[in-house]
């Protein structure tokens, strides 16, 4: 082992540099960093980074109006929150290969989707899928690829379907002028392809999908692009842990309802990968994510699902399992009027909180913790091992 490795203490989980921390006030609770105000108004200054670096500290420091009232409940990490509150507890089971879901109603407060209500749009976009191919997967699941253009931006988002019950209503669509090989070539058909298949098996001149066969909810992930953690093997964040990890549980031949993974182009929360990887180098000048994001005047989460609940309804979905720990996308998904609605959320817990391989990093480490404590995702940091008991 080269000396330099030999150098570094081993990494204890439990223990975050204390720039990963937010800064707790007198109760436990943190003052809400979204109200700290970086933008250029008339007549001000451009501040410089350590103005922003002091008024963000500030804002997290407690005013005397916050020592004087308890927190609002929003801002109480879930690690104080009471253990009966629905949707806050982590499924702890190391034997468990399947998906354990939480019943959640968006309609109630107390129904498991935190406190917040994320703004949406009146009106969701419209989409339309224009081609779709089987892909078989190196892990032997097969899955259709599903690629949608859209009427808010250029981007391609993707839908990746598991199961041979969900399909696109706009793909299955007859076009004007089409031929039977435009059909199959573009994805339009029933079944499978296969040497000299000549017919699409949709009727010819009919706009109607053929009925899938209602096998309950599906499982469904909305998925952030992140080339970071995806392709490029980041330990920063666990991204290319859950999306191996969501299609690893819509393959399981026990998921007879099918599973879709949304895969939606809003890389680094919505703010771009040229500006996470400056947030990445404001992280390792000490800031936490959020702060990070603040400090290059984005907001903390830049992005919106107007886009996947379309999608959904495309692909004939009213109610969906989400997989998720992030109670905004959760009513988010649902659109402006309950278009969807989730009934269960399926905790996307690390693997190696489990002690089910994944892998272990301070960065990737700091990343949940801040996630948990300052945007509200419903994980339990007590669940989160200590390295020793890991290996
Ligand atoms: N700005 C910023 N974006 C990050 C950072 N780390 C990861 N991301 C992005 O965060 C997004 C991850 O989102 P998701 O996997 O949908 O997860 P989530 O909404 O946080 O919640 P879950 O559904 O519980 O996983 C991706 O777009 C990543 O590129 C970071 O440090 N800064």
Sequence with gaps: MPASELDQPPFDGSVFPPFYSPRPDARGGNRDIDDVDFSLAEGKTSPSNSERANATQDALAPSPASLAQPPPPSLLSPAFTPPSTPGTATPRSATLTEPRGIPVDSSIPTGGCGTKHPRLLETLPEVECIVRARIPTTTGAEMFLHLYKNNVDNKEHLAIVFGGNIRSKSLDAVREGETEMDRLVRGAYTGRLYPGRTTSGILEGSADTPSPVSQGPP?????????????????????????????????????????????????????????????????????DTVEANLLLRHPADARSYGLATAILLDLGQKEIRLLTNNPDKIRAVEGPHREIVVTERVAMVPLSWKGKGGFRAPEVEGYLKTKIEKMGHLLDLASLPRQDSNQ
């Design 219 to 287: 499982l469904v992930r909305i998925h952030s692009e992140c080339y970071t953690g995806e392709t490029v093997w980041s330990a920063r964040c666990d991204c290319g842990e859950q999306l191996d990890e969501a299609a690893r549980l819509m393959s399981l031949p026990s998921n007879t309802a099918g599973g879709i993974i949304i895969y939606l182009r809003q890389e680094g929360r919505g703010i771009g990968l040229g500006e996470k990887l400056k947030a990445y180098n404001l992280q390792d000048l000490g800031s």
